[in-house]
């Protein structure tokens, strides 16, 4: 029997090694631990020295030929943490920020896309949703001085999403409670700040995230700007994980919104 021991190591390495590329990607956002933060679009409390950027051709995994570079969209985001909540800042560059049509699908305006696991144990080579697997999509209007948020919680890819329904789809609604944001029009874009109570993303059947330093979690995110809203327009979307050649990209390509081993990650520090 002994002798059969190593073909089977063998064969497990190798396995291990054929299958470790879809298992989160390397993009590592490390998120301190916050104190007293204000929400008010100000990120002077920030250390903003740890973010995360979306602001390369590699990036984009949808209508490429849209891109005009880093002033027509690129972002950088930044995050901090708590027991209770999720914080999350942001520098996006946009030549035609806030573009917003009520009515329309939020993920054919200029949005944001979070992705993240609410589960630390979750398997990172899972190439399928599960309950607690969240695709956040952000979105807001300015009106006068005021902005309103809104944001669409999208769980039709989820096989058993444990009674958390996907809710949102139709725009013009904010589904968390205790949603905090401010933005603030800086040249060339806007900065936007928010506070994400992770009650939200919990139920009688899915436990709450509870972070703590040292943890780290599936994490991702993507950016998508539309400059002129027309019915039928896809926005052009870049992610951070992304990093692809080639001038053909489809979503579908680079499946972030069904498949989590695509993600990076992120790391709770103190
Ligand atoms: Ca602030
Ligand atoms: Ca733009
Ligand atoms: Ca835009």
Redesign the pocket.
């Known amino acids: 029997m002994k002798k059969l021991i190593f073909p089977l190591v063998t064969a497990a390495m190798v396995v291990g090694s054929a299958t470790s590329v879809f298992a989160y990607s390397e993009k590592n956002l490390e998120a301190p631990k916050a104190a007293d ?10 250390d903003t020295s740890k973010s995360l950027v979306i602001n390369s051709e590699n990036q984009i995994i949808d209508q490429i030929e849209h891109w005009d570079g880093e002033a027509d969209c690129s972002m950088e985001l930044s995050a901090m943490w708590d027991e209770e909540n999720l914080y999350i ?1 942001m520098k996006i560059s946009d030549d035609t920020p806030l573009v917003y049509r009520e009515g329309f699908p939020l993920d054919e305006l200029d949005a944001i896309i979070l992705f993240l696991s609410t589960n630390p144990d979750a398997d990172p080579e899972r190439t399928e949703y599960e309950a607690t697997d969240w695709r956040l999509v952000q979105s807001a209007d300015m009106y006068k001085d005021d902005f309103d948020f809104f944001n669409y919680i999208d769980r039709d890819m989820i096989a058993d999403n444990q009674g958390w329904e996907t809710q949102g789809e139709y725009g013009d609604e904010m589904v968390f409670d205790d949603y905090e944001a ?1 933005i603030a029009q800086v040249e060339g874009g806007i900065v936007w ?1 928010s506070k994400i109570p992770l009650h939200n993303l919990s139920n009688d059947a899915i436990q709450q995230l509870v972070p703590e330093a040292g943890k780290t979690i599936g994490f991702d995110f993507s950016v998508l700007d539309v400059d002129l809203p027309c019915p039928g327009i896809h926005s052009l979307r870049m992610q951070s994980s992304a990093n692809l050649d080639g001038k053909d990209r489809t979503p579908e390509a680079y499946a972030v919104d069904t498949n989590p081993s695509l993600w990076g990650t992120l790391t709770f520090v103190e």
């Open positions: 933060v204000t929400i008010d679009g100000d990120l002077s409390e920030w800042a401010a700040e």
